[in-house]
């Protein structure tokens, strides 16, 4: 078999990864675009030189990300007043009940601003849902790293479990090796510009008018309020409280109902993964429509329906940026299958990662962007090189062999590759996560199935209540064995925080190694 990798847009997707992260501290905007305009006319004279032509167009996308990074912090920088003001507000997520409060994020209507309020808890507060109109007399303030705001931070429970969970770790985490958790930066690539605690008088309910908002701010608040309606559909199963969190969580992306019990015993076990919607759950909705539309004499018309149908479920979960990286992948590898095209999977990923940093560069500081793109690089990198080590004809003749193969590789290679991220972040290793992976995908796959079915068949009472009973049995049966692989010594590993520097340098060397196992598996003609 041969052996390349087809991604000129690699290159490209790392500058431009490069160019943000130094954006940070190069602050003269005008200086940059001149120095990118000059490079650019240098670029013009390099035609007959390629090597030093592609170097100094790499120059060019690193500036250009200097730029796209200073452009949107100036984009997010607003002058709230300093005295309490009149608001008008729309609800775009689902609203957090905490102790004292409800943390309720919202949308004002005329300037557009994403903020995160703390209203005081009370009757009326907790009513509050997706889509409805907020008048508030408070005073909006901008994101400030304090104590309290990291308490704050950890209220929203959303389809990002892996910030949420670093939040939470932040706070009991004193000691560590590197810089507190910016929890303005995270904020901030969530698209949030400002915050504020309302009283229980300085609120009510009113009509919004919702028209200066875009359409795809319009069709995602849509789509936001239909997912509150199957959140209360799932509510009305009536099953006990760590299913049904379990379930909304793997579904529709609704951490809020997961008790603090059952959050323990997914990271212990090293399957926080599966509570967040990630490209594992759009791949198994994908390869579900793609039977069902499985329409080898319209195969334009099928695909375009099973892409329509994917985004449609990232708009109603959120968009978030997992999801939306898969979205994105997933859809580009159908487009170039109606073509017969090869879909080239690392350059499909590198183009996702450009264009997503293009429309938002300070989404490179949200963890789950982070390990989602680092974990589907090392999944594809590991299938690229070592799926073919054992031939497929062997594989294919043994089909039990071949189902392991694959989900050790998968689970193998995405655990290996993101374990220095991990470390970093969290300063935790799971070394049966290998181990969990076996029964979670299949019964991961079961749950979303049938949580698809049980909702679909609602008019039908006693099929809809036979597939939630077969639903509640799969979700059960999951935690039971999450439980046990955390009973197992060892099952999870917790140590200092790595430092920026040392998960560069892991990094570094498991390229190295990586380059040296090929060229291993090259002079033994393993490969070509």
């Known amino acids: 078999m041969m052996l390349r990798i087809e991604a000129p847009l690699l290159p490209v997707a790392i500058a431009l990864?490069?160019?943000?992260?130094?954006?940070?501290?190069?602050?003269?905007?005008?200086?940059?675009?001149?120095?990118?305009?000059?490079i650019l006319i240098i670029t013009l004279f390099l035609r007959y030189h390629p090597r030093w032509q592609t170097t100094t167009i790499?120059?060019?996308?690193?500036?250009?990300?200097?730029?796209?990074?200073?452009?949107?912090?100036?984009?997010?920088?607003?002058?709230?007043?300093?005295?309490?003001?009149?608001?008008?507000?729309?609800?775009?997520?689902?609203?957090?009940?905490?102790?004292?409060?409800?943390?309720?994020?919202?949308?004002?209507?005329n300037s557009r601003q994403k903020v995160r309020c703390h209203?005081?808890?009370?009757?009326?507060?907790?009513?509050?849902?997706?889509?409805?109109?907020?008048?508030?007399?408070?005073?909006?303030?901008?994101?400030?790293?304090?104590?309290?705001?990291?308490h704050h931070s950890t209220t929203r429970q959303d389809s990002n479990k892996i910030a949420s969970d670093h939040l939470k770790q932040q706070n009991h985490s004193k000691n560590q090796n590197h810089s507190?958790?910016?929890?303005?930066?995270?904020?901030?690539?969530?698209?949030?510009?400002?915050?504020?605690?309302?009283?229980?008088?300085?609120?009510?309910?009113?009509?919004?008018?919702?028209?200066?908002?875009?359409?795809?701010?319009?069709?995602?608040?849509?789509?936001?309020?239909?997912?509150?309606?199957?959140?209360?559909?799932?509510?009305?199963?009536?099953?006990?409280?760590?299913?049904?969190?379990?379930?909304?969580?793997?579904?529709?992306?609704?951490?809020?109902?997961?008790s603090p019990t059952v959050k323990t015993t997914y990271t212990q076990a090293g399957a926080s993964h599966i509570l967040a919607l990630s490209g594992m759950h759009l791949t198994i909705i994908f390869f579900i429509i793609n039977l069902l539309m499985n329409w080898r004499k319209a195969e334009l018309i099928s695909q375009a329906i099973i892409v329509t149908t994917l985004w449609a479920y990232a708009l109603l979960v959120g968009l978030s940026p997992s999801v939306t990286r898969s979205a994105f992948m997933i859809s580009v590898y159908a487009l170039l299958s109606v073509g017969y095209r090869d879909s080239a999977?690392?350059?499909?990923?590198?183009?996702?990662?450009?264009?997503?940093?293009?429309?938002?560069?300070?989404?490179?500081?949200?963890?789950?962007?982070?390990?989602?793109?680092?974990a589907v690089c090392a999944i594809l990198l590991g299938n690229s090189f070592f799926k073919k080590v054992i031939p497929i004809e062997w594989l294919m003749n043994h089909r039990i062999v071949k189902w392991i193969w694959g989900i050790t590789l998968v689970s193998l290679a995405a655990q290996i590759g993101t374990a220095p991220l991990v470390a970093y972040h969290f300063g935790v290793f799971n070394p049966c996560a290998l181990l969990a992976n076996f029964f979670l995908i299949p019964l991961a796959t079961l749950t979303i199935i049938l949580t698809i079915l049980a909702?679909?068949?609602?008019?039908?009472?006693?099929?809809?209540?036979?597939f939630v009973m077969a639903l509640s049995f799969v979700v059960k049966t999951m935690n039971h064995l999450l439980q046990f692989v955390t009973e197992i010594p060892y099952s999870h590993l917790n140590f200092e925080p790595f430092s920026v520097v040392l998960t560069l340098f892991i990094y570094i060397l498991m390229g190295f190694?990586?380059?040296?196992?090929?060229?291993?598996?090259k002079m033994h003609c393993i490969i070509k």
């Open 119 to 150: 209203i005081a808890k009370s009757n009326d507060s907790q009513e509050i849902s997706v889509g409805d109109g907020l008048i508030l007399t408070t005073h909006i303030h901008e994101i400030r790293n304090k104590t309290s705001n990291l």
């Open 345 to 374: 999977p690392i350059n499909t990923l590198s183009f996702t990662a450009i264009v997503m940093l293009i429309i938002n560069p300070l989404a490179l500081y949200d963890v789950s962007f982070q390990l989602s793109y680092v």
């Open 180 to 258: 507190t958790f910016d929890y303005q930066r995270f904020m901030a690539s969530r698209g949030f510009t400002g915050e504020a605690y309302v009283r229980p008088f300085d609120w009510d309910w009113g009509i919004v008018d919702i028209s200066h908002l875009s359409r795809i701010e319009r069709l995602r608040l849509r789509f936001m309020t239909y997912r509150s309606i199957l959140l209360k559909h799932i509510q009305e199963w009536k099953l006990d409280k760590a299913t049904e969190g379990v379930i909304k969580a793997m579904t529709l992306g609704d951490r809020s109902d997961l």
């Open 513 to 521: 190694a990586f380059i040296l196992y090929i060229k291993y598996l």
């Open 455 to 466: 909702l679909t068949t609602i008019w039908f009472p006693w099929l809809s209540d036979l």
């Open 58 to 109: 790499l120059i060019c996308v690193t500036l250009f990300g200097c730029i796209i990074r200073q452009y949107q912090e100036n984009n997010m920088k607003v002058c709230w007043p300093e005295y309490p003001a009149e608001w008008q507000a729309v609800v775009i997520d689902e609203p957090i009940e905490k102790t004292k409060t409800m943390t309720v994020d919202v949308l004002l209507a």
């Open 17 to 38: 990864i490069v160019g943000i992260v130094i954006g940070e501290w190069i602050k003269a905007p005008i200086v940059v675009f001149a120095a990118m305009a000059g």
